[in-house]
């Protein structure tokens, strides 16, 4: 049996989560601030005080054992467990100070940070925030298992057991190619768009099945040949009359259509928006810095468009 006179450390746990994660110790060492000697050292160490092989060392590989999978995921669990107790103390001192890791998906991130970070920065000198920018699906991984620690989503999108706060609606709008018959139109109804080749994001992007939602379309009524990795790509096609395709207003907001000659209409109707949230651990202390945040964001969003924003609306 193990000796109870000796424990895992943090730091020792956290070797060995970086060591699952990328199966190598040279990077698993670089991601770790230290060299590859002081990680193997560590491990050896770990499974020392846990008698136990937690990995199989080979040249070319590292294969972590059926019970070094399960140690990484109760050292998670632990770890995260752990830092949620400094987030807890913190909390109760000065809001929104020390380290806070954000994830946020590539449809957000461009378009509301650069118009909320700033004030936040002056607002909270002592927040050192670190981003993230991933899909969904990766950024709600991240968060379960402690390597983030709060996220902004849009919304609908499956998030279990987190706890979530929305802050802000965000319109859906059309983007035409110049001279498109519908272009004259002040607003869009869903059924207008029935006749033309919608442009859409790739399959994992929250937003081409918030689209597809909005226009009540399936995918085989989607355009299947063209597919864009990201927003500002989505109106290059445009604007090359190749279809198109839906934008939320903070990025028209933000200006994505400025150096084209494409048209943005709202799209009317219910169901034609995406909602902007928060989402974070229930475990987590810093709800108090969480609504701050928010505030800041629903803020943005709501100021209007200036003139210079309005260029091709």
């Known amino acids: 049996m193990p000796s109870f006179n000796r424990l895992p450390t943090l730091t020792q746990l956290r070797h060995l989560i970086a060591l699952s994660e990328y199966r190598h110790f040279g990077k698993a060492a670089e991601a770790c601030f230290i060299n590859q000697s002081s990680l193997s050292a560590s491990i050896k160490e770990l499974e020392s005080i846990l008698e136990g092989t937690l990995v199989e060392r080979t040249r070319r590989t590292v294969i972590v054992t059926a019970l070094g999978i399960d140690v990484v995921s109760r050292a998670r669990k632990v770890v995260t467990d752990v830092e949620d107790i400094v987030d807890h103390v913190r909390a109760d001192g000065q809001p929104l100070s020390g380290i806070l890791r954000l994830g946020v998906i590539p449809t957000i991130a461009p378009f509301l940070l650069p118009r909320t970070l700033p004030n936040l920065r002056r607002a909270y000198p002592d927040l050192q925030l670190y981003l993230r920018e991933d899909r969904s699906a990766e950024l709600v991984h991240q968060l379960t298992v402690g390597e983030l620690d709060l996220l902004i989503l849009a919304m609908p999108y499956p998030t279990p057991g987190l706890q979530t706060y929305l802050f802000a609606d965000d319109p859906l709008w059309v983007a035409y190619p110049l001279g498109h018959p519908n272009s004259e139109s002040e607003r869009v109804s869903p059924s207008a768009l029935k006749k033309d080749t919608l442009l859409l994001l ?8 918030h689209a597809l939602g909005a226009c009540r379309q399936s995918n085989r009524s989607a355009n299947m040949d063209f597919y864009a990795s990201s927003l500002h790509t989505l109106i290059q096609m445009v604007d090359n009359g190749l279809g198109v395709t839906l934008l939320p207003k903070m990025a028209v907001d933000a200006g994505i259509a ?51 924003q309005k260029g091709n609306v």
Not at 202 to 209: A, F, H, S, V, Y
Not at 278 to 298: G, N, P, V
């Open 258 to 308: 400025r150096s084209t000659k494409t048209v943005l209409r709202p799209l009317d109707g219910k169901g034609t928006s995406r909602k902007i949230g928060l989402a974070w651990r229930t475990t987590s202390a810093r709800q108090k810095d969480f609504s701050l945040i928010s505030e800041f964001f629903r803020d943005e969003l709501a100021t209007p468009l200036s003139p210079r």
């Open 202 to 209: 790739e399959e994992g992007n929250c937003l081409r099945d």
